[in-house]
């Protein structure tokens, strides 16, 4: 328990950021009109293909007795292809709305 105050107290200022980025992001997204979330979503979702790249090299340079981190690099791997899937599956989506019906 004391370890983790010790560590909470360290990474005090960090705690903050990610707290309050956290919100913003929140204001942000609730701001938005909904004729743009659909557009800005699928387009936000594609650039996660950075996770993607940025977890393969993670795994890459992590040893191979850290299962923590491997396990973690696997899920941030899933989780980015999953969301940049579903990016292009709304995109087409909604590009599709756009075309003549025969």
Do not use: C
């Not at 004391?2 to 913003?24: G, R």
């Not at 557009?39 to 191979?64: C, F």
């Amino acid at each position: 328990m004391e370890t983790m105050l010790n560590w909470l107290t360290l990474h005090q200022d960090m705690i903050y950021i990610v707290l309050l980025s956290v919100f913003l992001g929140i204001e942000v997204i609730g701001r938005v009109p909904s004729v743009l979330h659909t557009p800005l979503m699928s387009g936000a979702n594609a650039i996660h293909g950075v996770v993607i790249i940025g977890a393969i090299i993670v795994m890459g340079k992590v040893q191979s007795d850290n299962l923590t981190a491997l396990i973690l690099g696997f899920l941030a791997v899933i989780l980015g292809t999953l969301n940049v899937v579903g990016g292009f599956v709304v995109t087409d989506r909604m590009l599709e709305m756009f075309k003549k019906k025969k």
